[in-house]
């Protein structure tokens, strides 16, 4: 009954080879959100998408690049991966922006990237 | 960028005890959120506090958000394996910025 998946889970790819990861909801939530979590630094935002075709880049955007066609894809691309960007990958979704704190943000259970 | 810390970062009890987990920043945040992770799994909301000096309970779990809305805390009582996880705090950005900015989490074992 997940609302949000991620695909692939798993993925070893090679230093400058292009990637995308890809997440899928079925909630129709406005706001979607790819985050990398990594020791020692927690959860850090990418890029964020508040509707179709309309994105903008987070903490940590360089190398990273994201589109969303449909309200129910959310794509992230690492143009030419590195080394540096293996990590865990997670998307995110939200009914509503986080004023007043109405609304949490649900998860998908990751991709885990390892670049080689 | 709004940081949140969180302490300890590493913490493993007995069950049955009590514990207590800390997050703090220097900034104000409109509400704060906290999550638990489960290895392989992404973060789940357990609360938000939003007003100043609220707490929330959540049957084992009490929640405080602090006076200032600069800090919480999360205590656990009488801990269970269950209970083992890491735990995320987020706050919700100030004027301006709605995304959360997360802290880098207490990871948690309680052991039977």
């Known amino acids: 009954d997940a609302g949000i998946t991620q695909s692939p889970r798993h993925k070893v790819t090679e230093t400058g080879t292009p990637v995308t990861l890809r997440c899928h909801q079925t909630e129709n939530h406005r706001y979607m959100y790819w985050y990398r979590q990594d020791p020692g630094h927690g959860l850090r935002l990418i890029h964020y998408s508040y509707g179709v075709k309309d994105t903008d880049k987070g903490e940590v955007s360089d190398g990273y690049s994201v589109s969303r066609s449909k309200t129910e894809d959310f794509l992230l691309t690492l143009e030419s991966a590195t080394s540096s960007q293996t990590s865990v990958y997670f998307c995110a979704i939200s009914e509503s922006v986080v004023v007043g704190g109405a609304y949490g943000y649900t998860f998908g259970s990751g991709t885990r990237l390892t670049v080689v | 960028t709004q940081l949140l810390e969180q302490s300890p970062q590493f913490l493993s009890i007995q069950e049955g005890e009590n514990l207590t987990v800390y997050c703090n920043s220097s900034s104000v945040f409109s509400s704060l959120q906290w999550y638990r992770q489960e290895p392989g799994e992404g973060p789940v909301l357990l609360v938000t506090?939003?007003?100043?000096?609220e707490v929330k309970k959540l049957k084992r779990l009490t929640f405080q958000f602090g006076d200032a809305r600069k800090d919480s805390s999360l205590h656990i009582t009488a801990a269970q394996p269950g209970d083992t996880g890491l735990y995320l705090c987020?706050?919700?950005?100030?004027?301006?910025?709605?995304?959360?900015?997360f802290g880098k989490g207490t990871k948690l074992s309680v052991i039977p």
């Open positions: 506090v939003v007003t100043g000096g």
């Open positions: 987020a706050g919700e950005g100030g004027a301006g910025s709605y995304q959360l900015t």
